[in-house]
């Protein structure tokens, strides 16, 4: 494949864009229901939340289809009140602080006439991510952002690769790089429709035969000097 001159970097959100850590969702769900329910059943709803959320997720890597927290809830019988969703957000807010490296980055890119967007693998609407962005101050150096949430499928599958492309204004694929912690669904998934995809490893996901990546950073301060080549 002949590659052009990088007009686009798409990132991933979790793990890429926020540090890498590892989070018990059954805890958190559990300290989200504790305050909302009866203590005799908060624990048992909470790890039924987290078990059906468990669930999409496997469903999104087996058949690449999306899902929302409007639905997983409706799904494990919780009618939320706009409280709950504070609490399930506020108990998230210390996983999702933006690596401080991010905000020259984007500003670096965008000053070389590069847009900036985000693809990321959620559930959640538009308005939380929106709202974690905002909190970091980079919402605005983002040219375009899709949220799986919004649209019928996941990574890897080329139609949410397409999408991404669309909202930065990308009409070739040649012409971007996609930026991932995950082997399949970022690096297989941006190789498969044409981008050239940089990888962020970390520990606790699984390598995947068919992801090579173009190249591979430790930190998104690294990225510039893979790009340069590119240019």
Not at 74 to 80: F, H, I, M, N
Not at 86 to 99: C, I, K, L, S, V
Not at 106 to 130: D, Q
Not at 206 to 231: G, K, M, N, Q, Y
Request: charged share 20%; with cysteine; aromatic share 10%.
């Amino acid at each position: 494949m002949r590659f052009m001159t990088v007009h686009a970097v798409i990132f991933d959100w979790g793990g890429t864009l926020t540090p890498w850590h590892t989070i018990d969702h059954q805890v958190l769900w559990r300290s989200v229901c504790a305050p909302h329910f009866p203590a005799a059943d908060a624990a048992a709803m909470g790890d039924a939340v987290a078990a059906a959320e468990a669930e999409l997720w496997r469903q999104s890597e087996s058949v690449q289809r999306s899902a929302t927290l409007a639905g997983l809830l409706e799904g494990a019988g919780v009618t939320p009140s706009a409280e709950f969703l504070a609490e399930y957000f506020r108990a998230w807010d210390p996983h999702t602080f933006t690596d401080p490296e991010v905000a020259p980055l984007f500003r670096l890119l965008r000053g070389r006439g590069i847009k900036v967007g985000v693809l990321s693998n959620t559930m959640w609407p538009r308005s939380a991510h929106e709202r974690v962005f905002a909190r970091d101050e980079v919402l605005p150096l983002i040219d375009g952002a899709v949220y799986t949430s919004e649209i019928p499928w996941t990574k890897p599958h080329p139609a949410a690769f397409r999408a991404a492309m669309e909202a930065v204004g990308a009409a070739d694929p040649a012409s971007c790089v996609f930026v991932g912690d995950r082997p399949y669904d970022d690096i297989y998934g941006a190789k498969q429709v044409g981008m050239r995809a940089v990888l962020v490893p970390n520990s606790e996901v699984r390598p995947h035969e068919a992801a090579a990546p173009d190249a591979v950073i430790t930190r998104l301060s690294e990225l510039p000097s893979r790009l340069d080549p590119w240019l």
